[in-house]
Antibody, heavy 120, light 110 residues
């Protein structure tokens, strides 16, 4: 059973770059034809898709965030990562990593989420 | 790409049914069968409830069902139970390798 766990700083200063890592257990990240996603949820708000990376390395980003995002894969560690630059208070949110299925577009499973607060 | 439109809230008494709509366009909901639904309890991660419009993952009660007509997808919860009280989000493929979520609906069991 595949499980995902986010890790990274809970507090980031404005203008800094956020770096989050998602560790995948229960199966190799590089097989199965899945994609690996980052999704966020602002406090009390809905879900926002950030972007994803295929197990072959192709990346697709939310156009509204594209200029600030980098998603990468580390198959040797069975991890994938998110970098979000030029952070502002508007980026304060719970960040989730999750596995996606390209044939059906569904997302499952999800990590438990990690709260990132942007504050000086 | 704009968020899919869901009603902010829906409610029903135990045992009743509630249906949540998810309205998009012909470029997302109406154009593909890649609509999924997620249940989120407070402080928890979302959970997949329906995928590919009508399919239920293993372990999801058959009280949950999905459908689609034109640019609107729907999630119906029959025989409402207290544990069904949660936020529900739809999601759709939007073409060009992009995905979009709905605005979310809070379901209250009266």
């Amino acid at each position: 059973q595949v499980q995902l766990q986010e890790s990274g700083p809970g507090l980031v200063k404005p203008s800094q770059t956020l770096s989050l890592t998602c560790t995948v257990s229960g199966g190799p990240i590089s097989s199965g034809g899945h994609y690996w996603s980052w999704i966020r949820q602002h406090p009390g708000k809905g879900l926002e898709w950030i972007g994803y990376i295929y197990d072959r390395g192709s990346t697709y980003y939310n156009p509204s965030l594209k200029s600030r995002i980098t998603i990468s894969l580390d198959t040797s560690k069975n991890q994938f990562s998110l970098k979000l630059s030029s952070m502002t208070v508007a980026d304060t949110a719970v960040y989730y990593c999750a596995r996606g299925d390209p044939t059906g577009g569904w997302i499952d499973p999800w990590g438990q989420g990690t709260l990132v607060t942007v504050s000086s | 790409q704009s968020a899919l439109t869901q009603p902010p809230s829906a409610s029903g008494s135990p045992g009743q049914s509630v249906t949540i709509s998810c309205t998009g366009t012909s470029s997302d909901v109406g154009g593909y069968t890649y609509v999924s639904w997620y249940q989120q309890h407070p402080g928890k991660a979302p959970k997949l409830m329906i995928y590919e419009v009508t399919k239920r993952p293993s372990g999801v009660p058959d009280r949950f069902s999905g459908s689609k007509s034109g640019n609107t997808a729907s999630l119906t919860v029959s025989g409402l139970q207290a544990e069904d009280e949660a936020d529900y989000y739809c999601s759709s493929y939007g073409g060009s390798n992009l995905y979009v979520f709905g605005t979310g609906t809070k379901v209250t069991v009266l």
